[in-house]
């Protein structure tokens, strides 16, 4: 009985060292879009960045973000330093509210450490009509560098369970509040006002005396 007793002390003892050594559990990965203006005038333009958060081991991800194609007209897009884009840019959809499908690769494939937030590219779109303009992360897919063997029995990378967020950019009309639409304030529309219309006046209009 007494060893019984003591083996079941060691037990707990040892699920109490394991269960202090282990870490707490982070917060679930999340792709979202961080707008550099919320609120802006047609003609003018918007960055939107996109920044996993939250992340251990973000070795390969890939999405393209689907914006309101009768707002927002896509410019171009720029990538981290951190990932790489073996693909390039190849825009047929764009008209239609999609950006290209962007595939990045981490450049350094030995910073697997845990990360808070991980800014990954940042996308330009130019204004072109007013309303609420809404843009979000679709065809998402990221993958760690752990090597698993999937459901076709193929050598893969794991997979990396994240969730997308969407943003909302508000367009404003381009109105001036400084123009009131009318004629230069200094130009009454009228003749010269140092001209009278008339003849010289000092020419009377008769003979020479």
Do not use: W
């Amino acid at each position: 009985m007494k060893k019984l007793v003591n083996a079941a002390f060691y037990l707990l003892l040892l699920a109490l060292m394991f269960s202090a050594g282990t870490p707490a559990l982070a917060a679930d990965t999340q792709a979202v879009l961080e707008p550099n203006k919320t609120s802006i005038h047609v003609g003018e333009e918007v960055s939107v960045s996109v920044v996993v958060k939250n992340v251990v081991d973000l070795y390969g991800i890939m999405f393209a973000l689907q914006f309101d194609a009768e707002k927002l007209q896509y410019s171009h897009f720029t990538i981290t330093e951190s990932y790489s884009n073996p693909r390039g840019e190849i825009c047929i959809s764009c008209e239609e509210g999609i950006t290209p499908l962007l595939t990045l690769t981490r450049s350094n494939g030995n910073d697997k450490g845990p990360k808070s937030e991980v800014k990954l590219a940042t996308y330009t779109f130019k204004a072109k009509k007013p309303g609420t303009a809404v843009v979000r992360i679709v065809d998402l897919k990221a993958n760690n560098t752990n090597e698993i063997t999937n459901s076709s029995y193929i050598k893969d990378l794991e997979v990396i369970p994240m969730t997308a967020a969407a943003t909302f950019i508000v367009v404003n009309a381009t109105e001036d509040p400084g123009d009131g639409g009318g004629q230069d304030p200094g130009d009454g529309g009228g003749q010269d006002p140092g001209d009278g219309g008339g003849q010289d006046p000092g020419d009377g209009g008769g003979q020479d005396p």
